[in-house]
């Protein structure tokens, strides 16, 4: 059964999550046996930046070991064999080139959205 | 009349801080008056919903004592919700996100809610007529 | 030979007059549409604030007249003080069982 996991909210608690709960929670469906695919739209178009960097957090003496990792979680899912898209528009509404992101991330139009839910059971929207 | 359909939901939220949860609640109470079984999966903040430990209180500004007030507490409604399904005939499940309870120390749950992690969700996506996921802001 | 007609059930719960992604989701709706798909937006919470048929833009009108069927929580209209004689005549009120229909129905639902 096919599922494709939009991602629009960024950002959110990545920071003491480590992760993207919604990248983490499709590599956990994925696991249990999902064919589950990732569609990137508005501002979570920037998790597919190469150049993402959240190291360095320090709160008193405590300091980060782990920081999320985004855009190195997005090449392991596309390495597991998951498709991974991003929203061509929200991308250069946003100044982002192609160049800048993570290898094999596919680009599409908005006007494709309606082509693409169709090849999914489910269509889950974050 | 009964049937042995169940729809399955997501839930995100932590209750108290936007309309989503009431509307949630709202949708899962329609479900089993509709005589269909719920699924529900609370991850992340939504697995503070069960917490036992949440307290109603008097409101002084509303001039109402403790018990007038009658003030919500979520753990309750899921007690409730799964007392509606026993009166249908209907099935219903309450899985917490095990890791989502540990990281927020929201252990004592309400005796509906069993810990569980995202494959229980994917069996009750294969095993739902259909899923809604409601996501958090 | 007919084939089957997808349905797709869009959820909206944000404010249209707060959130500039109502627009986008509008946009969905009708290029669902036009794909074939049954679709119904089906409003709740804040989303129902952009039922008035004093209110503008007025979008619900262009996508009911596109053939999206337009829902919207008879609770939060309420909530809202939205009296029955103000709603834009696309829009028709409803409550959450007629959600629940369209769930059980096999919709493909999303929310936002």
């Given at each position: ?7 629009e ?32 739209q508005g501002s ?43 929203i061509?528009e929200d991308?250069d509404e ?15 139009g908005r006007k494709?959205l309606a ?10 929207k974050? | ?18 309309a ?117 802001r | ?7 797709y059930l869009l959820i909206e719960s944000r404010d249209p007059f707060g959130s500039t992604d109502y627009v986008r989701r509008c946009e969905l709706a009708a290029a669902l549409r036009a794909d074939?798909a049954?679709v119904t937006l089906f409003l709740v919470e804040n989303a129902v604030l952009g039922t008035r048929a004093a209110a503008r833009p007025q979008a619900l009108e262009k996508l009911a007249k596109q053939g999206v069927q337009v829902l919207a929580d008879e609770?939060a209209l309420r909530e809202r003080g939205i009296g029955s004689g103000e709603i834009a005549p696309a829009v028709k009120p409803t ?15 999303t929310w936002n």
């Amino acid at each position: 059964m096919r599922v494709l996991q939009i991602i629009e909210s960024a950002y959110r608690a990545t920071l003491e999550e480590q992760d993207d709960t919604v990248l983490w929670f499709t590599r956990a469906l994925r696991a249990a046996g999902a064919q589950a695919d990732v569609l990137l739209q508005g501002s979570a178009v920037s998790y597919a930046v190469q150049a993402q960097d959240a190291s360095g957090l320090r709160l008193g003496a405590w300091q980060q070991v782990h920081p999320p990792a985004i855009a190195e979680e997005l090449a392991a899912l596309i390495g597991s064999g998951a498709r991974v898209a991003a929203i061509k528009e929200d991308l250069d509404e946003r100044g982002i080139a192609a160049r800048q992101l993570v290898a094999d991330v596919e680009l599409l139009g908005r006007k494709s959205l309606a082509g693409l839910f169709g090849q999914y059971a489910h269509v889950w929207k974050w | 009349m009964n049937d042995s359909r169940c729809l399955a939901f997501l839930l995100m939220d932590a209750p108290f801080e936007q309309a989503r949860t009431a509307t949630a609640f709202r949708l899962i109470d329609a479900t089993l008056r509709a005589g269909i079984g719920a699924r529900v999966f609370a991850y992340e903040g939504a697995v503070s919903l069960a917490v036992t430990r949440q307290k109603p209180h008097a409101n002084a500004i509303h001039g109402r004592a403790l018990e007038e007030e009658a003030h919500p507490t979520p753990h309750a409604w899921i007690n409730a919700l799964a007392d509606l399904a026993r009166e249908q005939g209907v099935p219903f499940d309450w899985v917490n996100c095990g890791l989502c309870v540990d990281e927020r120390g929201a252990d004592e749950a309400a005796p509906s809610a069993r810990r569980g992690s995202p494959a229980d969700f994917w069996k009750m996506a294969q095993e739902s007529v259909n899923t809604l996921v409601i996501p958090t802001r | 030979m007919g084939g089957i007609v997808t349905r797709y059930l869009l959820i909206e719960s944000r404010d249209p007059f707060g959130s500039t992604d109502y627009v986008r989701r509008c946009e969905l709706a009708a290029a669902l549409r036009a794909d074939g798909a049954d679709v119904t937006l089906f409003l709740v919470e804040n989303a129902v604030l952009g039922t008035r048929a004093a209110a503008r833009p007025q979008a619900l009108e262009k996508l009911a007249k596109q053939g999206v069927q337009v829902l919207a929580d008879e609770f939060a209209l309420r909530e809202r003080g939205i009296g029955s004689g103000e709603i834009a005549p696309a829009v028709k009120p409803t409550d959450l069982a007629a959600l629940v229909g369209l769930l059980a129905a096999g919709a493909r639902a999303t929310w936002n």
